[in-house]
């Protein structure tokens, strides 16, 4: 059987942490990435989870999120043995084609400095790179 991308669903939860931890992504399984935030997350109509399975195994994924102004591609991650065929791609292309039909006229997506295959993916893909603008957050807690 071939790759299929498809929306994720509650379902797909523990491939889904599984596959971020692999890729070794952060995440917050007692805060904003537990399968309770989660499934609530995954229920708003502006937000949307992809992935590509090969065939029953998930190998790549990424959120795609329209906040009313931008659109934004979060959380792109590809298994490690799956990497330099596109699929990281073909999930921000999956992403951006939801965020316009929600009326996104920008996409963004927040990568930290030092990862430079990420910042070449977004690049290759016609991302700019903006330099000169600062990341600041407000938590509520250390899991949030
Ligand atoms: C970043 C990541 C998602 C790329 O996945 P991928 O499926 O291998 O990417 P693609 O095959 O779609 O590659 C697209 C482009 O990204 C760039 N790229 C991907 N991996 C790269 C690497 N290791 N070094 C430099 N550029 C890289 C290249 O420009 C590539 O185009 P090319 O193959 O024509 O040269 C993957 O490495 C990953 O899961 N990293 C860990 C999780 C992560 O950091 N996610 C991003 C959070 S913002």
Partial sequence: MGLELKPLTIDNYDAIISLWAEAGLPFKPFG?????????EMALSHTAFF????????????IANYDGRRGWVNR????????????????????????????????CALIETVNSPSISCFQKDGYQYEKEIGYFTKRDSAEA
């Fill in 32 to 40: 904003r990435d537990s399968r309770e935030f989660m499934s609530k």
């Fill in 51 to 62: 992935g590509i399975f090969d065939d029953r195994k998930l190998i790549a994924v990424g």
């Fill in 76 to 107: 792109v991650a590809v298994d490690p043995d799956q990497r330099g065929q596109g699929l990281a791609g073909r999930i921000i292309a999956e992403c951006e084609a939801f965020l316009r039909a929600q009326g996104a006229v920008v996409i």
